[in-house]
């Protein structure tokens, strides 16, 4: 009898263990991350749906961004459990309550940090996620410094959320690769180029953007028009480093 208890006892912990297994398995499926949205391609609207056009990276210049602020568009499995019949409540809904994210920078620098982030996120539909856009500052300015010479950084990202039955729930890892740079995101148009041979950006000259500018100095590029009153990176083409590294003779 004592061994039947004995062999019992050990069967329930191994079941025990193989439970707790899955429920951490079950954890990183309910609430994944898709991708980073292109609200540059929406007027600066995140749309979370299945067909939202997602960045393969991102691109961050430091001489102009305060940060790299990412759209995530990020999926609940969570199947739903409320009944107004059963008069039982939804408690599938996931809360977002912020962001951990490890950065890897160009020579081997890491440093890891929480991020706020918020989102509401509906149950799942039959076999479809329900989804929403959730924003996170992924890479803060304090950051730059030691993130080593402009080339491509890492951006290792879980979104953190608590259903509203009280779960606590993490997403599976998601590497985001972002190029660093100082100064490739401004352009020069010929337009706006002082026609009397200074080579200086001239503020006042009409030019187009070509694409929307939902953060400054993250992703979309602009006219030096933009800036060059204040900075001399736009206002003078040869002190921008990223095109002209070497100082003219």
């Given at each position: 009898?004592?061994?039947?208890?004995k062999?019992m006892?050990a069967?329930?912990?191994?079941?025990?263990?193989?439970?707790?297994e899955?429920?951490c398995v079950?954890?990183?499926?309910?609430?994944?991350?898709?991708?980073v949205?292109?609200?540059?391609?929406?007027?600066?609207?995140?749309q979370?749906?299945?067909t939202?056009?997602?960045?393969?990276?991102?691109?961050?210049?430091?001489?102009?961004?305060?940060?790299?602020?990412?759209?995530?568009?990020v999926?609940?499995?969570?199947?739903?459990?409320g009944?107004?019949e059963?008069?039982?409540?939804?408690t599938?809904r996931?809360q977002?309550?912020?962001?951990?994210?490890?950065?890897y920078?160009?020579?081997?620098?890491t440093?890891?940090?929480?991020?706020p982030?918020?989102g509401?996120?509906?149950?799942?539909?039959?076999t479809?996620p329900?989804l929403?856009?959730?924003?996170?500052?992924?890479?803060?300015?304090q950051?730059?410094a030691n993130l080593?010479?402009?080339?491509?950084?890492i951006?290792?990202?879980?979104?953190?959320?608590?259903?509203?039955?009280g779960?606590?729930?993490?997403s599976?890892?998601?590497?985001?690769?972002?190029?660093i740079?100082?100064?490739?995101?401004v352009?020069?148009?010929?337009s706006?180029?002082?026609?009397?041979g200074?080579?200086?950006?001239d503020?006042a000259?009409?030019?187009?953007t070509?694409t929307n500018i939902?953060?400054?100095?993250?992703?979309g590029?602009?006219?030096?028009t933009?800036?060059a009153?204040?900075s001399?990176?736009?206002s003078?083409?040869?002190k921008?480093?990223?095109y002209y590294?070497?100082?003219?003779p």
């Amino acid at each position: 009898m004592q061994s039947f208890s004995k062999t019992m006892a050990a069967g329930l912990i191994l079941l025990g263990a193989g439970l707790l297994e899955t429920s951490c398995v079950d954890n990183l499926s309910s609430v994944f991350i898709y991708g980073v949205m292109d609200i540059n391609s929406t007027q600066c609207l995140a749309q979370p749906t299945t067909t939202s056009v997602l960045l393969a990276s991102g691109t961050l210049d430091r001489a102009f961004s305060h940060g790299y602020q990412a759209a995530f568009l990020v999926g609940n499995h969570l199947t739903s459990r409320g009944s107004r019949e059963k008069l039982r409540t939804e408690t599938s809904r996931l809360q977002i309550t912020g962001a951990h994210i490890t950065l890897y920078g160009t020579t081997g620098y890491t440093t890891s940090f929480d991020t706020p982030a918020t989102g509401l996120i509906n149950p799942a539909t039959g076999t479809d996620p329900g989804l929403a856009a959730v924003f996170a500052r992924i890479v803060r300015e304090q950051d730059f410094a030691n993130l080593g010479p402009d080339g491509q950084m890492i951006a290792r990202i879980k979104i953190l959320g608590t259903t509203l039955g009280g779960q606590d729930l993490e997403s599976g890892i998601f590497d985001y690769p972002i190029s660093i740079c100082t100064g490739c995101l401004v352009t020069y148009p010929s337009s706006a180029i002082d026609p009397g041979g200074s080579g200086m950006c001239d503020q006042a000259a009409d030019t187009m953007t070509e694409t929307n500018i939902c953060f400054f100095g993250q992703d979309g590029t602009f006219p030096c028009t933009l800036c060059a009153s204040t900075s001399e990176i736009c206002s003078d083409p040869m002190k921008n480093k990223f095109y002209y590294p070497d100082p003219m003779p």
